[in-house]
T-cell receptor, first 112, second 118 residues
Framework: KNQVEQSPQSLIILEGKNCTLQ??????????LRWYKQDTGRGPVSLTI?????NTKSNGRYTATLDADTKQSSLHITASQLSDSASYIC???????????FGKGNQVVVIP | GAGVSQSPSNKVTEKGKDVELRCDPI?????LYWYRQSLGQGLEFLIY????????KSGLPSDRFSAERTGGSVSTLTIQRTQQEDSAVYLC????????????????FGPGTRLTVL
């Protein structure tokens, strides 16, 4: 079973609308969680990073939340733009380990 | 350049041929990682380097896969006797250090090499 589960797998939203992507993880001990954005044909680019003590982090129209107790994170996209069409990958870092656990991504398509 | 670069960007090869994929990390980054991303799948860890050493090769799917890094910089991933199931995007990433769980281990990704085995 994947240690990082993301939902929904894919979604289509109208330009200008908001959406929320979910990430649940079982990784332990937890160190930090990152959300990456991966445009088609490109490598992933980091959007936010949150450590255990942080429960929200914003980067422009992207706001990530973290509940380390329930091991859940979300990424909220406000006023979506066509350029937000991408895969959003949740990545969890294990404390004391050099490995990262990757989710399969949320595929977002923004339509005009 | 300022980012991680990979070459070639696309590679089409025949089954049974060997291929070499190249990664140029960000200058000064001591850690380098290789991942494989198949269609509709998450990133699959292959191997990482700390300097020129590869402490963790456990992600390599078979002995047809090997990687090396020289001068603490450029890395090559070699796939021998390619199979159709090797078709995927191979991503390279580098980070400043391997700091367990710290923010300094943020990985910066290259654009990937799309490998197609016919």
């Amino acid at each position: 079973k994947n240690q990082v589960e993301q939902s929904p797998q894919s979604l289509i939203i109208l330009e200008g609308k908001n959406c929320t992507l979910q990430c649940n993880y079982t990784v332990s001990p937890f160190s930090n969680l990152r959300w990456y954005k991966q445009d088609t044909g490109r490598g992933p680019v980091s959007l936010t990073i949150m450590t255990f003590s942080e429960n929200t982090k914003s980067n422009g129209r992207y706001t990530a939340t973290l509940d380390a107790d329930t091991k859940q994170s979300s990424l909220h996209i406000t006023a979506s733009q066509l350029s937000d069409s991408a895969s959003y990958i949740c990545v969890v870092s294990v404390r004391g380990n050099n490995r990262l656990a990757f989710g399969k991504g949320n595929q977002v398509v923004v339509i005009p | 350049g300022a980012g991680v670069s990979q070459s070639p960007s696309n590679k089409v090869t025949e089954k049974g041929k060997d291929v070499e994929l190249r990664c140029d990390p960000i200058s000064g980054h001591t850690a380098l990682y290789w991942y494989r991303q198949s269609l509709g799948q998450g990133l699959e860890f292959l191997i990482y380097f700390q300097g020129n050493s590869a402490p963790d090769k456990s992600g390599l799917p078979s002995d047809r896969f090997s990687a090396e890094r020289t001068g603490g910089s450029v890395s090559t991933l070699t796939i021998q006797r390619t199979q159709q199931e090797d078709s995927a995007v191979y991503l390279c990433a580098s980070s400043l250090v391997i700091a367990s769980g710290g923010p300094y281990n943020e990985q910066f990704f290259g654009p990937g090499t799309r490998l197609t085995v016919l």
